[in-house]
């Protein structure tokens, strides 16, 4: 049996949160585009090798990574960072509970530059999160401020993080999400070389538990087969100095 090295706890990247020997950090360029795209990342998720907020701070040019950190010792409420927002925008906060996106998707329709903020924590934690921006549009709307909208994704197609079950097959990761979003906005360039990221992280997570035949099922349904192969190759043959 293929020996898992995560398992065994050998160190981890500060970067990609996996083992020197596949470390994905500077295999694929940074993506660049214009949306602003903040994510709010529960501060037990931050460091789960599984977290894909933490893989679309460091793959994406100009995201921004905020921590929720409630302390259950506090009587203190938690609050959001108050550099979630970015002033000027208008901002979507995508939840499965959100409202559905409509036509508004075309930059015609929005008066201002879009933010997407998005939730990575399991359900509870994104749920407790959603309680402070639901909270966040309601003082928004009251001062007149620019409103704060959560919105949701249309249905797709199951979600590909085969490294951590999804509460329903139809909830996506916070990268796919944000994959799905670029695509609505017709950010086709970004939505691509941004999925190629994931789909990365996740092959080589898979990889570092030992599970060989799960990653190579996973590649057959890829696209990194044909975008990357020689990182790919790189990647199977590499041992850390």
């Known amino acids: 049996m293929a020996r898992s090295v995560v398992l065994a706890g050998t160190g981890r990247c500060d970067g990609c949160r996996l083992p020197p020997r596949w470390c994905v950090c500077g295999a694929l360029p940074k993506v660049d585009t214009d949306l602003a795209v903040d994510i709010l990342i529960h501060r037990r998720e931050q460091w789960r090798p599984s977290s894909t907020g933490s893989l ?3 793959a994406l040019c100009g995201a921004r990574l905020h921590v929720h950190r409630p302390d259950p010792s506090s009587r203190v409420s938690p609050v959001l960072p ?8 208008e901002y979507w ?23 997407v ?11 407790e999160m959603l309680r402070l921006v639901n909270a ?7 001062e007149g401020a620019a409103p704060i909208r959560v919105v949701r994704l249309p249905a797709s197609a199951p979600g590909r993080l085969w490294i951590r079950e999804a509460p ?12 799905a979003i670029l695509d609505l906005l017709e950010l086709a360039s970004a939505a691509e070389q941004l ?7 996740v092959w080589a997570t898979l990889r570092a538990r030992g599970k060989v035949a799960r ?5 057959r349904e890829s696209p990194l087969p044909a975008a990357i192969p020689a990182t790919l190759a790189a990647l199977e043959t590499r041992r850390p100095a």
Do not use: Y
């Open 82 to 89: 108050a550099t979630l927002f970015r002033p000027g925008h």
């Open 215 to 219: 990653a190579e099922a996973f590649l």
């Open 168 to 179: 329903a097959p139809e909830q996506l990761s916070t990268a796919e999400a944000c994959v």
């Open 195 to 201: 999925r190629l990221h994931f789909e990365l992280h």
């Open 136 to 142: 966040a549009a309601a003082t928004a709307a009251r």
């Open 93 to 115: 906060v995508l939840h499965p509970q959100g409202e559905p996106i409509g036509a508004e998707t075309r930059p015609a329709c929005r008066p201002r530059p879009l933010e």
């Open 56 to 58: 679309l701070a460091r």
């Open 117 to 127: 903020v998005l939730l990575d924590g399991n359900w509870r934690e994104a749920g």
